[in-house]
C-alpha cells in the first residue's frame, strides 16, 4: 500500500486537537461544547491514557474516538469517522479498540451519548450491536465555582 492510502491506528493525543476539532464540527448529529476545548480534551486524555484513538489515512486524521471510565463503566464520546471514509469500518474498528482496552482495565460494560435526533450514530451503534436503553433519563448540572474553602455543595 503507499504511504498516500495508508491506514493506521493509534492512540489519541493532545496534539491531534486541532484536526479533531475540524472533523467534530463537521460531523452531523455531534453536540459541542465547552467540555469540548482544547483545555479539557487534553485533561480528559491524559486522565484516561490508552483509550482514546485516531485514525489516519495517508497522514490525515479519518477518524476519532474518545474513551474512559469512572473504574465501574465505561464511556465512549465523539466517535466520528470524515464523511469520504464512511463506509469502510472505521467507526466499527475505532470502538473496538477502545472496548479491548477497557476489557483490559477491568471494566464489563460501556455506554455513550447519542443525541437524540442524531438517527446515523442510532443506527450505526445499532448496527454495530449496541442496544439502546430505556427507562432513565440523563441529567446535566454544572459543578459548583471554587469560593475559597466551602465544604457543603451549594443545593
Request: net charge negative; glycine share 14%.
Amino acid at each position: 500500500m503507499d504511504a498516500a492510502n495508508e491506514t493506521i491506528y493509534r492512540e489519541m493525543t493532545a496534539g491531534d486537537y486541532a484536526a479533531a476539532i475540524r472533523l467534530w464540527q463537521e460531523t452531523e448529529g455531534m453536540a459541542l461544547s465547552e467540555a469540548d476545548s482544547e483545555e479539557n480534551i487534553s485533561f480528559y486524555l491524559a486522565r484516561n491514557p490508552g483509550f482514546s484513538f485516531v485514525c489516519e489515512i495517508g497522514g490525515r486524521l479519518a477518524g476519532t474516538i474518545l474513551a474512559g471510565h469512572d473504574g465501574r463503566r465505561g464511556y465512549i464520546y465523539h466517535c466520528a469517522v470524515s464523511r469520504e471514509h464512511r463506509g469502510r469500518g472505521i467507526g466499527r474498528e475505532l470502538a473496538g479498540w477502545s472496548l479491548s482496552r477497557l476489557r483490559e482495565a477491568g471494566i464489563a460494560k460501556c455506554h455513550l451519548f447519542v443525541i437524540s435526533d442524531n438517527e446515523g450514530g442510532g443506527e450505526f451503534w445499532s448496527r454495530t450491536g449496541w442496544q439502546k436503553r430505556s427507562g432513565f433519563d440523563v441529567y446535566s448540572a454544572n459543578t459548583p465555582p471554587l469560593d475559597g474553602g466551602r465544604s457543603k455543595p451549594i443545593i
